[in-house]
């Protein structure tokens, strides 16, 4: 379906399915003029003005929403399947159970999240997830894992993002790895934050994905223009995007700083001057959109900022190598489970 700007007549094409999702009218801004644009669904209910419609929550505002109701994100149903598994089985150790939470950015999050709670007496430090498994113990591991594990957002697909069921779940992995493996290669003291860090680094994703959707058809409008990314669009849209939420997450979480600071610049880690562990996961991001593991809306629009290549001295035959390794651990990791 095609819909015109009132004000400065620019024409964007929205699918069909999407308006059919909204029961009443839609409205949005122009991304070309900011100018209002109405959508009239056809579907029977209640009319909303425009006034009405155009009143969503962005910046600051939605921001404070999101931070007061996010609680917990969803793990992977493969994952919690796993854990259930493992935790069942009477021979089952303590290090069988880390390495299940090694799997899962929700897990992990959680994990993270307990154990720099002030509760443990070490706020603010545990930054790898052996650490924290550690620091909270068997049987504390287990009452999480179930707790989370029972979780009733399992296995969705993030619509707004237009990821599949595990999309994200494979990209955050492939991203784990190859930040770690960068690390052993490059700087071998930050192996185990820059695998925690490239686990967490898109968990924005997961939190905003709800948000995305309410507002689908301006995000389908936003990409069209040209040189637009999904990105932009959530700048625009909502008034930050998901590195920005998630680093906000992890802060109001206790998880350390170094953690949240690598995940709020993981798309443009130059703007923090030089950041070893932000360079890291940055590559890896990268690295995991190039070979396609998760790519979702806009993923092959990425390339590896200057400074970070530089930094690590990766050339495309490295990349290439690094690229095949993190499928090889994606599907390593996947089928173990
Ligand atoms: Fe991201
Ligand atoms: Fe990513």
């Known amino acids: 379906m095609n819909v ?3 004000q400065c007549r620019k024409t ?3 699918p069909e399915e999407r308006i059919k999702a909204y029961s009443t009218s839609v409205a949005f801004a122009c991304p070309s003029c900011k100018g209002t644009i109405e959508i009239r669904a056809e579907k029977a209910g209640p009319q909303k003005d425009a006034a009405e419609a155009t009143a969503v929550p962005t910046g600051n505002i939605l921001k404070k929403r999101i931070l007061r109701t996010v609680n917990d994100l ?3 149903p493969q994952v919690a399947d796993k854990a259930r598994r493992v935790m069942a089985d009477p021979d089952s150790s303590f290090a069988d159970l880390a390495k299940v939470i090694e799997t899962d950015q929700a897990i992990a999050a959680r994990v993270l999240k307990l154990s720099n709670s002030s509760y443990y007496g070490v706020m603010g430090t545990v930054t790898s997830i052996q650490h924290a498994s550690v620091v909270l113990g068997m049987k504390t591991l287990n009452e999480l894992l179930t707790l989370a594990c029972a979780s009733s957002l399992l296995g969705s697909n993030l619509d707004g993002y237009e990821l599949q069921t595990g999309d994200l779940w494979r990209h955050s992995l492939a991203v784990a790895g190859c930040a770690r493996q960068l690390a052993n290669d490059k700087h071998p003291e930050l192996a185990d934050d820059a695998f925690s860090a490239g686990l967490i680094h898109d968990c924005g994703k997961l939190i905003l994905d709800k948000y995305i959707l309410e507002r689908k058809p ?4 936003f990409i069209q223009e040209e040189g637009k990314t999904f990105l932009d669009a959530e700048r625009d849209i909502l008034g930050f995007d998901h590195s920005q939420i998630a680093a906000d997450v992890c802060e109001k979480w206790t ?3 170094k953690l949240t600071t690598a995940i709020q610049y993981h798309h443009n880690p130059s703007m923090l001057g030089h950041n070893e562990l932000a360079f890291l996961v940055h ?3 990268g690295i995991a959109l190039m070979s396609g593991i998760g790519a979702g809306v806009d993923g092959m629009m990425y390339s590896i900022d200057r400074h970070t290549a530089e ?3 990766l050339d495309s035959m490295q990349i290439s190598t690094y690229m095949l390794a993190a499928a090889e651990y994606v599907e390593k990791t996947v089928g173990n489970m």
């Open 4 to 6: 015109q700007c009132p």
């Open 12 to 14: 964007y094409s929205i």
């Open 311 to 313: 930094f690590l001295k």
């Open 255 to 257: 998880i350390p700083k």
């Open 218 to 221: 301006q995000f389908d409008a």
């Open 74 to 76: 969803p793990p992977m």
């Open 283 to 285: 590559a890896a991001d």
